[in-house]
T-cell receptor, first 115, second 110 residues
Framework: AQSVTQPDIHITVSEGASLELRCNYS??????LFWYVQSPGQGLQLLLKYFSGDTLVQGIKGFEAEFKRSQSSFNLRKPSVHWSDAAEYFC?????????????FGKGTRLHILP | DTAVSQTPKYLVTQMGNDKSIKCEQNLGHDTMYWYKQDSKKFLKIMFS???????INETVPNRFSPKSPDKAHLNLHINSLELGDSAVYFC?????????FGPGTRLLVL
């Protein structure tokens, strides 16, 4: 069965520190891979996505993610976090079957920023 | 020029009432969704429509009925509201598996 795991429910980092959020998936074939961010009281916003090609993808707000096929992982990173990065982050693998999008969302990682 | 919009933003109602949430997208996408997000932020897909046709209907009580009058609109009607229906409901549209979310409707059932 297809699944996605975000092993960290909460992560706390100090402002200016580096960040890595983990995501592992189980899929029949290599899926499309997404990271979404949800700020408090807001909807989800696309941070970045991987479809094919370069395994290191750049996103908005200074985020990047690296696809590692051998580890079935798509971890999200940022070299220096800002207080405004405090939010919920969702990893989501997806596929397109007969023109229908199939996407599953992880349970999310809540990022807390210490001043 | 909001891409995906939902109304209302907040909905407070009594148990047993019937309510509707409306969603519109101006992105020209063929596929639209309804998601439910519970208090633990877990996001669960409820329905998916492709060009007005129901594609995904997850295990959702039949008190929930989606309607898509055209491919730009996907509404959600809920009958006989229960306490457990309290959640945030998100509408989304998608293109090539990329989802575009609305701002959410916060439903509180008293």
């Amino acid at each position: 069965a297809q699944s996605v795991t975000q092993p960290d429910i909460h992560i706390t980092v100090s402002e200016g520190a580096s960040l890595e959020l983990r995501c592992n998936y189980s899929y029949g074939a290599t899926p499309y891979l997404f990271w979404y961010v949800q700020s408090p009281g807001q909807g989800l916003q696309l941070l970045l996505k991987y479809f094919s090609g370069d395994t290191l993808v750049q996103g908005i707000k200074g985020f990047e993610a690296e696809f590692k096929r051998s580890q079935s992982s798509f971890n999200l990173r940022k070299p220096s976090v800002h207080w405004s990065d405090a939010a919920e982050y969702f990893c989501a693998p997806a596929s397109i079957v007969n023109r229908d999008d199939k996407i599953i969302f992880g349970k999310g990682t809540r990022l807390h920023i210490l001043p | 020029d909001t891409a995906v919009s939902q109304t209302p933003k907040y909905l407070v109602t009594q148990m047993g009432n019937d309510k509707s949430i409306k969603c519109e997208q101006n992105l020209g996408h063929d596929t639209m969704y309804w998601y439910k997000q519970d208090s633990k932020k877990f996001l669960k897909i409820m329905f998916s429509y492709n060009n007005k046709e129901l594609i995904i209907n997850e295990t959702v009580p039949n008190r929930f009925s989606p309607k898509s009058p055209d491919k730009a609109h996907l509404n959600l009607h809920i009958n006989s509201l229960e306490l457990g229906d309290s959640a945030v409901y998100f509408c989304a549209s998608s293109l090539a598996a990329t989802q575009y979310f609305g701002p959410g409707t916060r439903l509180l059932v008293l």
